[in-house]
C-alpha cells in the first residue's frame, strides 16, 4: 500500500498509540475529581498542557484542548465573532481557507456579521495591499491559514501579523493544522492571538487538537456547562487523547528537521518530474511552499477517475481537502486560484506526503501516473 494523502490524515506513531492506551488503562478518573484518581489524571493533563506550551513558546494556560482543527476554527471564530460583537462585526478572511473556516464566517453573515474574503493569486497567496484595503472600522477579526490544505503554499501569515500589530481592535487568527511540525511559525514574535492546530495530521490521532489562545485574549465558549478548559469547552477532557497528542506534538517536532529535508528533497523530485510531463500544471508554489504537498493539474482528466485508477493500484492520493473530496463540485481553492473557465480548476490532483514516504512510492507513482494519464485522456477522448 502506497499512501500519499497524508495531509488528509497520517497515521499514528505506535509510540502515540501506546501512550493512548496505556493512559486509558492507568489514568481514567476524571480530572475534576478531588480523589487520587482525579488527581492523577489531572496531572497526566496539567503535564500534557505543559509539553504543548513548551513546544509553542507559550503559557499552558493559553492552549486549550479540542477535538481537532474544525473545533479549534469555529471556537477562534465564532468565539471572537460573539466576544467583540460590539466593537465592530466586520471579519476578513481568505478565499481558500478550510470549510471549517469558510463555512463559519458564511454562517456568521447569516446572523449580521460581513465578511471579506481575500482573493490570490495564481500561486494561491493572498497580499498584504489586499488586506490593508479590506481592513475597515468595524473589523475585529482576520483569521488566514499558514499553510493551504490542497497546494501546500505558505500564506504571508509573517507580514500579516506585523502590520495587524498596529491595530488594537483586530484579532488575528491562523489555521495552523497543515503547517505544524512541518514549517516554522513563531506565534509570538508574529503577533499571533489565536492558532488552530489538530493532532492527526501529525501522527497524533483523530479528534485530537488545540486552540493557543493568547493571554488576554477574550472568546465566547461553543459550549456551555462546566469550567473546564478555562470556561472554553465544558466536558470531562478525554485525558488519554490529550497525553497522545503532546506526545505527538513532540515527537512531530523533534523529527522536524531531519523529516523536513527528506521531504523537500522527495518534493523537488516530484515538481521536476511533474514539470516534465506533457499537459501538466504544477499549482503549487516552488519557493513559498510547504515540504509535504504537491498539487497537479492534469489536462484532460478528471481527478476522480485518476483517483480510483491509482487506487486500484493500491496507491492513494486525493484532490480536494477530504471532508469535500466526496462531492462533485470543483475545488474551490483552485477555482479562487485560477477562476471557473481554467481547466486546471477542475484536474487538479494532491499529493501529500510524510516521513514513511519512500523513493520507491514515488517512483511507483510516477510509474502508475505514466500508465494511466494516456489511458483515461484515450477514454475522454473517445467519449467527447
Ligand atoms: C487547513 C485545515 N484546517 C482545518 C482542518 C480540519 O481539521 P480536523 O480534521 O482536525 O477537524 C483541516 C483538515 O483537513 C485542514 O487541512
Known amino acids: 500500500m502506497i499512501y500519499l494523502d497524508n495531509s488528509a490524515t497520517t497515521e499514528p506513531y505506535p509510540e502515540v498509540i501506546h501512550t493512548f492506551v496505556t493512559a486509558n488503562e492507568r489514568y481514567f478518573g476524571n480530572p475534576s475529581s478531588l480523589h487520587q484518581k482525579g488527581s492523577e489524571a489531572e496531572n497526566l493533563l496539567r503535564e500534557a498542557r505543559r509539553t504543548i506550551a513548551r513546544l509553542l513558546n ?19 471564530i465564532q468565539g471572537i465573532a460573539r466576544a467583540r460583537e460590539k466593537r465592530g462585526r466586520h471579519l476578513i478572511t481568505t478565499a481558500v481557507e478550510h470549510p471549517s473556516v469558510l463555512e463559519t464566517c458564511e454562517y456568521l453573515e447569516t446572523v449580521g ?25 468595524e473589523t475585529i477579526l482576520v483569521s488566514v491559514m ?13 507580514e500579516f501579523g506585523e502590520y495587524l500589530k498596529k491595530f488594537e481592535k483586530i484579532r488575528f487568527h491562523v489555521d495552523n493544522v497543515q503547517g505544524f511540525g512541518k514549517v516554522n511559525l513563531d506565534i ?40 473546564q478548559e478555562f470556561q472554553l ?49 504544477v499549482n503549487t508554489p516552488r519557493e513559498t511552499s510547504a515540504p509535504h504537498i504537491m ?24 484532490s480536494k481537502s477530504a471532508c469535500a473530496s466526496k462531492q462533485p463540485s470543483k475545488s474551490a481553492v ?43 485522456r484515450e477514454m475522454k477522448e473517445v467519449k467527447s
Open 58 to 76: 507559550a503559557q499552558p494556560s493559553e492552549v486549550v484542548f479540542t477535538s481537532g482543527g474544525s473545533e479549534s476554527n469555529n471556537l477562534a
Open 113 to 137: 456579521f460581513s465578511v471579506t474574503y481575500l482573493p490570490v493569486n495564481e500561486e494561491g497567496v493572498v497580499s498584504l495591499t489586499d488586506l490593508k484595503q479590506a481592513i475597515t472600522e
Open 146 to 158: 499558514h499553510v493551504n490544505h490542497e497546494t501546500g503554499a505558505i500564506q504571508p501569515v509573517l
Open 188 to 227: 509570538q514574535s508574529v503577533g499571533i492571538d489565536l492558532c488552530s492546530v489538530s493532532g492527526h495530521k501529525f501522527h497524533g490521532l483523530k479528534g485530537t487538537g488545540f486552540l493557543y489562545v493568547r493571554s488576554g485574549v477574550n472568546i465566547q465558549p461553543l459550549v456551555f456547562g462546566g469550567g
Open 233 to 281: 469547552r465544558a466536558g470531562t477532557e478525554n485525558v488519554p487523547a490529550i497525553a497522545s497528542l503532546a506526545k505527538a506534538a513532540r515527537m512531530a517536532m523533534e523529527k522536524k528537521e531531519i523529516q523536513n529535508s527528506k521531504l523537500a528533497r522527495m518534493k523537488q523530485e516530484l515538481f521536476e518530474w511533474f514539470d516534465a510531463q506533457e499537459g501538466v500544471h
Open 295 to 318: 498539487n497537479v493539474s492534469i489536462e484532460r482528466t478528471m481527478p476522480e477517475v485518476l483517483i480510483q485508477a491509482l487506487s486500484n493500484k493500491d496507491i492513494h492520493v486525493s
Open 334 to 376: 483552485l477555482l479562487a486560484q485560477f477562476g471557473e473557465e481554467d481547466e486546471r480548476a477542475a484536474t487538479g490532483l494532491r499529493v501529500s506526503m510524510s516521513w514513511q514516504t519512500s523513493q520507491a512510492d514515488l517512483e511507483a507513482l510516477k510509474a502508475a501516473l505514466s500508465q494511466i494519464v494516456p489511458q483515461v
